[in-house]
């Protein structure tokens, strides 16, 4: 079965703009109509609603229990590329508001998964003094190796120096015990998704600055987002097709 023409009904996300633009580039076929295309391009997060008529078209959604098509979401090499991204973005808000120079920052990274490991690496290029903190001895290690140093999560209760912390964990890490814990002009940004790992209205009535770090990493890399979503529903009609 090969896939030529595609349609993206959904453009509300700008992203699906630059994806609809990468797949042309790369000799795809746009079409208006759906009902003329080989495949169809929803964005993230993909809806149920939006599925409806496209039961016997080849569907590449974002993040949706959807029974069948691709989620490019799970394409590991497009969310490998999108960690970057959003740790990229991530660097951004935090010097959109703050005062000083990253350079001997010190900079707290809570999770030590995809994200946290991107912005290990960035903020280490910045010479950002840097702690990690997760649970497991495999990301100990490796974040100990890349350089940085290592806590547990029961240490978060102790008090805490960082002038900079970043939450990468999808559920509430930081509670009151925790927020205690930290410098009152501390600038904290939480990336996780709904809904999120801060209190935040603990923190709110603590004075404590929180940073919302959703909608990345299209936030401030439209364009190569969605080019990465294209690379990737390209990438996957290139194994899975051809």
Known sequence: MRLNKFSVPFTEDKRMIYAKEYLEKKGFEYTQKTEDSDFVLLPVSSKKHMFKGLEDKVVFYGMCDYKSGYDYMKYESYVLKNAFLTAEGAVTLIEENTNYSLFRANVLIIGYGRIGKALHKILKGYGADITVCSRSK????????????????????KDNAAEIIINTVPHTVLTKAELSAIRKDAVILDL?????????????????????????????AEKTAGYLIGEAVSDIIEEEFV
């Not at 209205?201 to 603590?206: P, R």
Request: hydrophobic residues 40%; charged residues 20%.
């Open 138 to 157: 495999e990301s100990e290690a490796e974040c100990v190796f890349n350089g940085a140093r290592h806590i547990s999560f029961d240490e978060l209760k």
């Open 192 to 220: 996780a998704s709904f809904p999120g790992g801060i209190d935040t209205l603990v923190a709110d009535s603590m004075g404590l600055l929180v940073l919302n770090g959703s909608r990345m990493p299209a936030r401030y």
